[in-house]
């Protein structure tokens, strides 16, 4: 069986400052991950994601993340966060030759302070 | 329209009733999902629909939760005899491409709780 481990669930930060969230997943085949948002009163939305090819993916607001294979990490980061980048994040798996439904993790909650 | 969209957004059923929610996904996408999401946890997938057929049911967590989307489009998520255990946050998504690798667009949701 596969999981996704957040391994916070709540990360104060000051505006400006920069961020980690951790995201750990356990897979016996290959996994295709994602990084989902969830910002107040709206639904999910994809953050990035990675298929295949650069390690390093980035999303236009500034976030990017890491793929590490051996480590079976996929932390998402940002230099300098925004109050607007205040939000819900969500790291989640799509097991290689699946129906394509997404495993999710538990959330973590970004919460910026000025 | 121009998302995902469900219906209700709210709904309170007393124990044992039967409720019915409704996603109508972005125009033409082939794929379909349903989630279930408790309070502070992750979604948990229920179903997966590639145009009308169900492919994947593995999630639904019991034979009270039949979805069915007959047509390829709108899908309705049926809950019979609902229990305090079903009470979540289900939520519909959408995607272009089969196999839901293409970006997965989401409802707002349906939070549903059983009195």
């Known amino acids: 069986a596969q999981s996704v481990t957040q391994l916070d669930s709540q990360v104060p930060v000051f505006e400006e400052a920069p961020v980690e969230l951790r995201c750990n997943y356990s897979s016996s085949v290959s996994v295709y991950l994602f990084w989902y948002v969830q910002y107040p009163n709206q639904g999910l939305q994809l953050l990035l994601k990675y298929l295949s090819g650069s390690t390093l993916v980035e999303s236009i607001n500034g976030f990017e993340a890491e793929f590490n294979k051996s480590q079976t990490s996929f932390h998402l980061r940002k230099p300098s966060v925004h109050i607007s980048d205040t939000a819900e994040y969500f790291c989640a798996v799509i097991r290689s030759g699946n129906t394509g439904k997404l495993i999710f993790g538990q959330g973590t909650t970004l919460q910026v302070k000025p | 329209g121009a998302g995902v969209s469900q219906s209700p957004r709210y709904k309170v059923a007393k124990r044992g009733q039967d409720v019915a929610l409704r996603c109508d996904p972005i125009?033409?996408?082939?794929?379909l999902f349903w989630y279930q999401q408790a309070l502070g946890q992750g979604p948990e997938f229920l179903t997966y629909f590639q145009n009308e057929a169900q492919l994947d049911k593995s999630g639904l967590p019991s034979d009270r939760f039949f979805a069915e989307r007959p047509e390829g489009s709108v899908s309705t998520l049926k809950i019979q005899r609902t229990q305090q255990e079903d009470s979540a946050v289900y939520l519909c998504a959408s995607s272009s491409q089969d196999r839901g690798l293409g970006e997965a667009f989401f409802g707002q949701g349906t939070r549903l709780t059983v009195v």
């Open positions: 125009s033409g996408h082939v794929s």
